[in-house]
């Protein structure tokens, strides 16, 4: 008996040494680990503007700001303590009043609160798993109170309890949860709001105001009224506190997770940074939960133009597309829909008949889409009919196919020319985080339209076969691909204008004139400068980008208006490559940077050395000469209010203009509508389109009409405030010169029909004088004649049935076209007295 008592003392000191030694190893753990100042509990990320002020947050599950204890206001202070521990101040980590009354209820089966101290209840969130109800935890978390006791001040466990307990859906502290519940600060609350917030620490879901304001209202009259009793607060002042709040709630909010109820004020842009947050941070660091500051290059002032401008240019495009396409529709069924039935019963093709019956059809089943189907639907889930549920589901998807083909979107993206920062993103119509999240000014894949032409003329100034005042031929022609298939383009609205300067060609956006420059300088010239402009470098991105063919002369490519922005802020930063960037920084908690974005691209932008010029600054200078004729006297110039949205004051009071260039774009069948404009300070590039090919936004609707006016109101806003300033000229390579309108030559007395003064590079300015006006003139023998004319490319000609007045001709004309008598239509002779000159390129 001795010996089994003496093993027994044994065996019990063994495990109270043990006990003892385990505790004080997790005590000095939790020194080790739980220093105040090393406080580590999941915090959003914040995403500031280049200003510093705040987009938004990204959290998952917790949101959570930390605020210092001395910040937060004595009422809340107090409420806290009358609510959940009076004697906090008083006690060491545990109250036996407490533990008691609790134990006794739990044995009586009574509900009289929760015997756990504040600090108790700090311990057991940081320490043990209080979803757990045994003993065994009841007496870790007790031991753990007590070391904290020890460990920490009671300022300091208090401040950590404010910020670090759970207090409503997906919000963590009482800064996380003033914001959500109050939409204001913490450092901000009333009486009433500090009481209503305290009982969130208890039960968030059953005392939660959003969800059980009856509830809620009398929890926190009880914590009002023991802070009265308390001494914390006089009756009146609580009384009117009280009544305030609930006169003036918001019965209608709904409750939902806090993430989904974030403030974002420029959604688009938050969410192109968070998917290259994606990319740098991947699996490294958690943005949703470490707390990090995205320092990014946005500028609010900048976004909040573009989402209003954007958000009226598409409620114009839809208004009047609809409208048209009513009356297209209304037209084809009164004047095409008669002639196909009269070719149906002639030639007995009863298939293409259009009956009533087949109109009806139609007109159901668009019916039954938009009204009929979403009854059913509602009436298969209150029914619980999932056969029902099917059908309605296949409803729904095609009337968002429908809708997707007959929606007009948008997207506008700003890049400052200097820094590439990207100042404005807008995506689309609306940001959606379940049906709309394509970001199409960085995601979109679109036809440029003639806003693409710009790329290609800079690398015809450097041929030299091209100048600003090249004559060329806006007339009817055959351009043949590289597999011999036919191409013969149309201008817009099907017009021709003649003669034409090259400058003028840009500024008018002509695409005849267009595709022999083209022709002239060939495709890979073009698309090694568009790729060069665009940065696209990959080889396979590049073949796949530009088509060997002649559509692509007019835009009819796939790219992003990002691209499109990218290269024309080269011709703006004198030819400079422009690297597009969102993020400048990413710092953690403490503020220390740990991933310096701005100081990389930079440093890759030195690498380069001199290939960072893209271009060179002369021909860049002569390109925005080019591109400022477009906003001057080309397709922009109604879009810039015909100048006056580029006209601000000075400091002093006076007046100057900013210079603006650009280039509109519209696809051949109306389909994407652009401009892409520049001044010396920011680069624009707007879209109008459908997500889905097969529509066309109508006559009324293109890069000039659509797109132009909302480029001019967001540049004009984006300027305000700023000083004045010019495109840099080179110091040399460049000459200005005087040409004749006409002929692009230098001009003679003779010279009556106007001059303009133009940008050259050195070396290609004209040197002969005009010989279309005056002595030299030729047009003997044909000056007032109707001609038809035919057209050669490769040995097909092109006869048209138009007759044309050729008032005067200049040299070269006759190589490219053949005459002929308006009679007979044979091939006449050259014998009008005319010297028949040598083959001129420039004039093909």
Request: contains cysteine; negative net charge.
């Given at each position: 008996?001795?010996?089994?008592?003496?093993?027994?003392?044994?065996?019990?000191?063994?495990?109270?040494?043990?006990?003892?030694?385990?505790?004080?190893?997790?005590?000095?753990?939790?020194?080790n680990?739980?220093n105040?100042?090393?406080?580590?509990?999941a915090?959003?990320t914040?995403?500031?503007?280049?200003?510093?002020?705040?987009?938004?947050?990204?959290?998952?599950?917790?949101?959570?700001?930390?605020v210092?204890?001395?910040?937060?206001?004595?009422?809340?202070?107090?409420?806290?303590?009358?609510?959940?521990?009076?004697?906090?101040?008083?006690h060491?980590?545990f109250?036996?009043?407490?533990?008691m009354?609790?134990l006794?209820?739990?044995?009586?089966?009574?509900?009289?609160?929760?015997?756990?101290?504040?600090?108790?209840?700090?311990?057991?969130?940081?320490?043990?798993?209080r979803s757990?109800?045994?003993?065994?935890?009841?007496?870790?978390?007790?031991?753990?109170?007590?070391?904290?006791?020890?460990?920490?001040?009671?300022?300091?466990i208090?401040?950590?309890?404010?910020?670090?307990?759970?207090m409503?859906?997906?919000?963590?502290?009482?800064?996380?949860?003033?914001?959500?519940?109050?939409?204001?600060?913490?450092?901000?609350?009333?009486?009433?709001?500090?009481?209503?917030?305290?009982?969130?620490?208890?039960?968030?879901?059953?005392?939660?105001?959003?969800?059980?304001?009856?509830?809620a209202?009398?929890?926190?009259r009880?914590?009002?009224?023991?802070?009265i009793?308390?001494?914390?607060?006089?009756?009146?002042?609580?009384?009117?506190?009280f009544?305030?709040?609930?006169?003036?709630?918001?019965?209608?909010?709904?409750?939902?997770a806090?993430?989904?109820?974030?403030d974002?004020?420029?959604?688009?842009?938050?969410?192109?940074?968070?998917?290259?947050?994606?990319e740098?941070?991947?699996?490294?660091?958690?943005?949703?939960?470490?707390?990090?500051?995205v320092?990014?290059?946005?500028?609010l002032?900048?976004?909040e133009?573009?989402?209003?401008?954007?958000?009226?240019?598409?409620?114009?495009?839809?208004k009047?597309?609809?409208?048209?396409?009513?009356?297209?529709?209304?037209?084809?069924?009164?004047?095409?829909?008669?002639?196909?039935?009269?070719?149906?019963?002639?030639?007995?093709?009863g298939?293409?008949?259009?009956?009533?019956?087949a109109r009806?059809?139609?007109?159901a089943?668009?019916?039954?889409?938009?009204?009929?189907?979403?009854?059913?639907?509602?009436?298969?889930?209150?029914?619980?009919l999932?056969?029902?549920?099917?059908?309605?589901?296949?409803?729904f998807?095609?009337l968002?196919?429908?809708?997707?083909?007959?929606i007009?979107?948008?997207?506008?993206?700003?890049?400052?020319?200097?820094?590439?920062?990207?100042?404005?993103i807008?995506?689309?119509s609306?940001?959606?985080a379940?049906?709309?999240?394509?970001?199409?000014?960085?995601?979109?894949?679109?036809?440029?339209g003639?806003?693409?032409?710009?790329?290609?003329?800079?690398?015809?100034?450097?041929?030299?076969?091209?100048?600003?005042?090249?004559?060329?031929?806006?007339?009817?022609?055959?351009?043949?691909?590289?597999d011999?298939?036919?191409?013969?383009?149309?201008?817009?609205?099907?017009?021709w204008?003649?003669?034409v300067?090259?400058?003028?060609?840009?500024?008018?956006?002509?695409?005849?004139?267009?595709?022999?420059?083209?022709?002239g300088?060939?495709?890979?010239?073009?698309?090694n400068?568009?790729?060069?402009?665009?940065?696209?470098?990959d080889?396979?991105?590049?073949?796949?980008?530009?088509?060997?063919?002649?559509?692509?002369?007019?835009?009819?490519?796939?790219?992003?208006?990002?691209?499109?922005?990218r290269?024309?802020?080269?011709?703006?930063?004198?030819?400079?490559?422009?690297?597009?960037?969102a993020?400048?920084?990413?710092?953690?908690?403490?503020?220390?940077?740990l991933?310096?974005?701005?100081?990389?691209v930079?440093?890759?932008?030195?690498?380069?050395?001199?290939?960072?010029?893209?271009?060179?600054?002369?021909?860049?200078?002569?390109?925005?000469?080019?591109?400022?004729?477009?906003?001057?006297?080309?397709?922009?110039?109604?879009?810039?209010?015909?100048?006056s949205?580029f006209?601000?004051?000075?400091?002093n009071?006076?007046?100057?203009?900013?210079?603006?260039?650009g280039?509109?774009?519209?696809?051949?069948?109306?389909?994407d509508?652009?401009?892409?404009?520049?001044?010396?300070?920011?680069?624009?590039?707007?879209w109008?389109?459908?997500?889905?090919?097969?529509?066309?936004?109508?006559?009324?609707?293109?890069g000039?009409t659509?797109?132009?006016?909302?480029?001019?109101?967001f540049m004009?806003?984006?300027?305000?405030?700023?000083?004045?300033?010019d495109?840099?000229?080179?110091?040399?390579?460049?000459?200005?010169?005087?040409?004749?309108?006409?002929?692009g030559?230098?001009?003679?007395?003779s010279?009556n029909?106007?001059?303009?003064?133009?940008?050259?590079?050195s070396?290609?300015?004209?040197?002969?004088?005009?010989?279309?006006h005056?002595?030299?003139?030729?047009?003997?023998?044909?000056t007032?004649?109707?001609?038809?004319?035919g057209m050669?490319?490769?040995?097909?000609?092109?006869?048209?049935?138009?007759?044309?007045?050729?008032?005067?001709?200049?040299?070269?004309?006759?190589?490219?076209i053949?005459?002929?008598?308006?009679?007979?239509?044979e091939?006449?002779?050259?014998?009008?007295?005319l010297?028949?000159?040598?083959?001129?390129?420039?004039?093909?």
């Amino acid at each position: 008996m001795i010996r089994i008592a003496a093993g027994f003392v044994m065996f019990l000191v063994v495990a109270i040494g043990a006990g003892v030694g385990l505790a004080l190893a997790e005590t000095m753990n939790m020194r080790n680990q739980e220093n105040f100042q090393e406080f580590s509990p999941a915090l959003p990320t914040k995403i500031l503007d280049r200003h510093g002020v705040l987009i938004t947050e990204f959290s998952a599950d917790e949101k959570r700001e930390l605020v210092p204890l001395s910040s937060l206001p004595q009422h809340l202070i107090e409420a806290t303590l009358a609510r959940e521990d009076p004697e906090f101040y008083k006690h060491r980590g545990f109250s036996v009043r407490g533990i008691m009354r609790a134990l006794y209820g739990q044995i009586t089966g009574r509900s009289l609160g929760g015997g756990s101290t504040i600090t108790q209840q700090v311990a057991g969130t940081l320490y043990t798993n209080r979803s757990e109800y045994s003993l065994s935890r009841k007496v870790r978390e007790l031991w753990y109170a007590i070391q904290m006791e020890r460990r920490y001040t009671k300022n300091e466990i208090l401040e950590i309890y404010l910020n670090y307990m759970y207090m409503g859906p997906g919000v963590y502290g009482v800064e996380a949860a003033s914001k959500y519940f109050f939409n204001h600060s913490a450092k901000d609350i009333t009486l009433a709001e500090a009481a209503l917030l305290v009982i969130q620490l208890s039960s968030p879901a059953k005392y939660n105001p959003l969800d059980n304001p009856n509830v809620a209202m009398e929890r926190q009259r009880t914590v009002l009224d023991k802070m009265i009793e308390l001494g914390y607060a006089p009756q009146e002042e609580a009384d009117a506190s009280f009544r305030e709040y609930w006169d003036n709630y918001d019965y209608t909010r709904q409750s939902v997770a806090a993430y989904y109820h974030r403030d974002d004020k420029a959604p688009w842009f938050s969410e192109y940074v968070r998917r290259e947050l994606d990319e740098m941070m991947y699996g490294t660091m958690d943005y949703y939960r470490d707390g990090y500051t995205v320092l990014t290059t946005l500028d609010l002032a900048h976004q909040e133009a573009a989402e209003k401008y954007m958000a009226q240019g598409l409620e114009r495009a839809n208004k009047v597309y609809n409208a048209s396409r009513g009356n297209r529709f209304v037209y084809a069924e009164r004047t095409f829909l008669p002639i196909v039935n009269l070719l149906s019963v002639f030639f007995d093709m009863g298939g293409i008949y259009g009956t009533a019956a087949a109109r009806n059809e139609a007109q159901a089943m668009n019916r039954y889409t938009k009204t009929i189907n979403p009854l059913i639907d509602m009436a298969a889930v209150f029914f619980d009919l999932d056969d029902l549920k099917t059908l309605t589901a296949k409803g729904f998807s095609d009337l968002k196919d429908q809708a997707d083909q007959n929606i007009v979107e948008g997207a506008l993206i700003c890049i400052e020319n200097e820094t590439g920062y990207i100042t404005a993103i807008v995506g689309g119509s609306k940001y959606d985080a379940a049906t709309n999240q394509l970001i199409r000014a960085t995601q979109g894949r679109v036809m440029p339209g003639s806003s693409f032409k710009p790329l290609y003329y800079s690398a015809a100034l450097d041929t030299g076969t091209f100048t600003p005042s090249t004559l060329i031929y806006d007339i009817p022609i055959v351009f043949h691909n590289e597999d011999g298939t036919p191409y013969i383009p149309l201008n817009f609205r099907g017009e021709w204008k003649g003669s034409v300067l090259f400058y003028d060609a840009l500024a008018q956006s002509m695409n005849v004139p267009s595709l022999k420059v083209l022709d002239g300088i060939g495709f890979d010239a073009a698309i090694n400068r568009a790729a060069a402009l665009m940065g696209i470098t990959d080889p396979n991105a590049i073949r796949s980008t530009f088509p060997r063919v002649y559509p692509m002369g007019l835009g009819i490519i796939s790219v992003a208006p990002i691209q499109m922005a990218r290269a024309f802020a080269v011709f703006a930063n004198q030819g400079r490559a422009v690297t597009p960037i969102a993020i400048r920084a990413i710092e953690d908690r403490n503020g220390k940077i740990l991933i310096d974005n701005e100081r990389t691209v930079r440093l890759a932008q030195q690498e380069k050395g001199k290939d960072i010029q893209v271009i060179s600054p002369q021909n860049a200078y002569v390109m925005t000469t080019l591109l400022k004729k477009t906003v001057e006297v080309g397709t922009l110039r109604s879009g810039s209010g015909y100048g006056s949205k580029f006209v601000f004051k000075d400091e002093n009071g006076g007046t100057f203009r900013m210079p603006a260039a650009g280039k509109t774009g519209t696809t051949q069948n109306w389909s994407d509508a652009w401009t892409v404009g520049f001044t010396p300070y920011y680069t624009t590039a707007i879209w109008f389109g459908f997500d889905r090919p097969g529509n066309s936004l109508g006559l009324d609707l293109t890069g000039a009409t659509l797109a132009g006016p909302v480029w001019g109101d967001f540049m004009r806003d984006i300027h305000q405030g700023l000083a004045k300033k010019d495109f840099i000229r080179p110091a040399t390579g460049v000459v200005d010169v005087t040409v004749c309108a006409k002929s692009g030559l230098i001009p003679t007395d003779s010279c009556n029909e106007g001059k303009i003064t133009l940008s050259f590079l050195s070396g290609t300015q004209p040197d002969r004088y005009c010989d279309l006006h005056g002595a030299d003139t030729l047009t003997a023998g044909i000056t007032g004649t109707n001609l038809r004319y035919g057209m050669f490319s490769g040995s097909e000609s092109l006869l048209t049935d138009d007759t044309v007045g050729l008032p005067s001709l200049p040299q070269g004309l006759f190589d490219d076209i053949l005459l002929f008598d308006e009679e007979t239509e044979e091939e006449n002779n050259p014998d009008y007295g005319l010297d028949m000159p040598d083959y001129n390129p420039l004039l093909d």
